[in-house]
């Protein structure tokens, strides 16, 4: 069982809701951890359980960023908006920074997340 993160910015929680929809058996055999918005609306649209953390832009991204630095989350799914700038850019960077450097696999758009839950 991995430990998977689920995050989107405000206009891809559609596409995250709807991939993760179709990939909610899968899902289901995991533990699920999102930032508050994001995994609310993966828990309304899925049926699945996830745990909550703050909203991103309250702190949400540390945490899952916290998560990675101790050894605590194995994959992170993030589809970020590249089309729209975020306040809390700064969190953004450090997040898919820690992902980076810790080695977790980063999905930031559907097709790779596709590749990277399959090899989950
Ligand atoms: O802002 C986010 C990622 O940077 C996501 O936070 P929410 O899921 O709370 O909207």
Redesign the pocket.
């Known amino acids: 069982m991995a430990r998977i993160g689920l995050?989107?910015?405000?206009d891809k929680?559609d596409d995250l809701c709807r991939w993760a929809e179709v990939h909610r058996h899968k899902l289901g055999q995991h533990e699920l951890w999102?930032?508050?918005?994001?995994?609310s609306r993966v828990m309304a649209a899925t049926g699945l359980t996830v745990s909550l953390l703050k909203?991103?832009?309250l702190g949400?991204?540390q945490q899952l960023g916290a998560m990675i630095c101790e050894g605590r989350l194995d994959v992170l799914i993030?589809f970020i908006d590249p089309l729209s700038a975020?306040p809390?850019d700064v969190?953004?960077k450090a997040?898919t920074r820690l992902a980076t450097l810790y080695d977790v696999p980063l999905a930031n758009n559907k097709s790779t997340a596709d590749a990277v839950l399959a090899a989950v």
């Open positions: 995050v989107a910015h405000d929680k999102g930032t508050g918005t994001t995994g909203s991103g832009p949400g991204d993030f975020q809390h969190d953004v997040l």
